[in-house]
C-alpha cells in the first residue's frame, strides 16, 4: 500500500521559509495527483494545494496564494511544498495526499501523517 512521509516542516520567524517535502518509498508517485493540507490547532483541515500527475496543473488556495509553490520530482519520486513569506497563521500540521483520481481538495485515497509547521517570533 501507498505509504506518504512528509519532512521539512519546523520552527521560523513570520516572513520565513520552508520547504516540504512528500516522498512515498518503495512505489513510484507518477500517476498520482499529490495535494497538501494542513490543520492549525482547533480548527478543521484546510486544503492548501494539488499538482497534477503530470505536474502540468497546479492549484492553490487563496489563502497561500503567491507565498507557495507545488512542484513533483519524478527522479527523486518526491513532491515539493515551498513556503515563502510564511506568517503565524500558516501554523499548523501540513500533510500530504494522493490520490489517482484526485483533483484540487478531492478524491485523494493515501495520507502521510503529517509535519509541523510554525511560524512564530
Known amino acids: 500500500q501507498l505509504q506518504l512521509v512528509e519532512s521539512g516542516g519546523g520552527s521560523v520567524q513570520p516572513g520565513g521559509s520552508l520547504r516540504l517535502s512528500c516522498a512515498a518509498p518503495?512505489?513510484?508517485?507518477?500517476?498520482?495527483?499529490v495535494g497538501w493540507f494542513r490543520q492549525a490547532p482547533g480548527k478543521e483541515r484546510e486544503w492548501v494545494s494539488y499538482i497534477s500527475d503530470s505536474g502540468h496543473r497546479t492549484e492553490y488556495a487563496h489563502s497561500v496564494k503567491g507565498r507557495v509553490t507545488i512542484s513533483r520530482d519524478s527522479a527523486k519520486n518526491t513532491v515539493y511544498l515551498q513556503m515563502n513569506n510564511l506568517q503565524p497563521e500558516d501554523t499548523g500540521v501540513y500533510y500530504c495526499?494522493?490520490?489517482?483520481?484526485?483533483?484540487?481538495?478531492?478524491?485523494?485515497?493515501?495520507w502521510g501523517r503529517g509535519t509541523q509547521v510554525t511560524v512564530s517570533s
Open positions: 495526499a494522493a490520490g489517482l483520481l484526485a483533483m484540487a481538495a478531492d478524491n485523494y485515497d493515501y
Open positions: 518503495g512505489y513510484s508517485l507518477d500517476y498520482y495527483a
